[in-house]
């Protein structure tokens, strides 16, 4: 199947700094997704975007739809304690409805 | 609104015995995946319902997975024999609509094969 790699695999900051993390591909994607999981729970959806070089918005948190279709990016801004958890991106392709999650980047903030 | 419910969410068993797992999608949600998430590896789709027919499980070993949707509405997906890799956490999500990407997760069923 497709791989969706991301980077980095993990970080450790301090509260208050901003993250940035992407999401890289070798294939075309239609649909970027943006996960959440913490430990023990199943991911919760953060941003979705649809359209090359769609830039969006949910509070502190901004993601991109690459302009090549074959990435995407993800920034926190202004980190705190309960951002901790693993992101994921999650990658759509139409023609056969493939569904592609990443590799995951582990959050970690340090109070 | 009531969020996508999976049971049991433990479980544990010895291989080459039989288990199934249950999901309740988002009311109204057409759409019904299961994923397999092994410890530290993003979710991997195993099959996708539309309603009560399968869209695709093209990543289902289907020499010991099965699932089924028969009313279109809950789920069941079923292991039999485990083996000691089924290990993992088993992940059911639903969406409005199949042209609807996003997707939303219950809480999962930890399987312990031994």
Sequence with gaps: ?111 | EAGVAQSPRYKIIEKRQSVAFWCNPISGHATLYWYQQILGQGPKLLIQFQNNGVVDDSQLPKDRFSAERLKGVDSTLKIQPAKLEDSAVYLCASSLDIAIREQYFGPGTRLTVT
Aim: proline letters at 5%.
């Design chain 1, 1 to 111: 199947g497709q791989q969706l790699n991301q980077s980095p695999q993990s970080m450790f900051i301090q509260e208050g700094e901003d993250v940035s993390m992407n999401c890289t591909s070798s294939s075309i994607f239609n649909t970027w997704l943006w996960y959440k999981q913490d430990p023990g729970e199943g991911p919760v959806l953060l941003i979705a975007l649809y359209k090359a070089g769609e830039l969006t918005s949910n509070g502190r948190l901004t993601a991109q739809f690459g302009i090549t279709r074959k990435d995407s990016f993800l920034n926190i801004s202004a980190s705190i304690p309960s951002d901790v958890g693993i992101y994921f991106c999650a990658g759509f392709i139409n023609t056969g409805n493939q569904f592609y999650f990443g590799t995951g980047t582990s959050l970690t903030v340090i109070p």
